[in-house]
């Protein structure tokens, strides 16, 4: 039943891609079981290459997880997430899962357009690419707004040139000991022969 949901969703996403589902027609007959919460989901892949209802006693060949903050992640379109998430089976399958997902695209504004209308659909995009782009603005000014504080207001942060200017003293420090060192035994050397 939840299957109805998520299928159709996923075909439609296969067919605004139609690159996509001719890299699953090889892997036809093979079910992914995608443990998420609340439901797990067995989605099997027709000949195709879209998604089907798989049975629920269905042999997944690939098991992928996900967590909820993978989720959010992924809708953040987060990429460093792709390394946290365990996929275990198939591999030859699990690298076509992975390609797709990827790089599948959503086509938001034609499906917002087909409830609203193309105007409404387009204006609605813009809105949501520029609170986007205003949101990640806004991080970045506050991330560079701290780091200045803390390098100069209250040093928490070492500047780069400190950090360098450190290492390079740190340097100076280890070949004088060794120059001492050897000093002191060849003193020692010296002191035994006599």
Known sequence: MIHALYIPAINRLLRQNSWAAPRLQPHAGK?????TFPVPMLIGVSETGEAIAAAPDATPAITIKL????LLRLAARDASVWNDIKAEGDAEFAAALNH?????RWDIEEDLSRVFGDIAAHRMVETGRKLD?????GAENIARSLAEYWTEERPLIA??????????EVDALRDDLARVEKRVERLQARGSSA
């Open 31 to 35: 079910v992914v079981r995608v443990e």
């Open 67 to 70: 967590s909820p903050g993978h």
């Open 100 to 104: 797709i997902a990827r790089n599948i």
């Open 133 to 137: 782009n205003w949101g990640r603005q």
């Open 159 to 168: 500047r780069r040139a400190e950090v360098e200017q450190f290492a390079r």
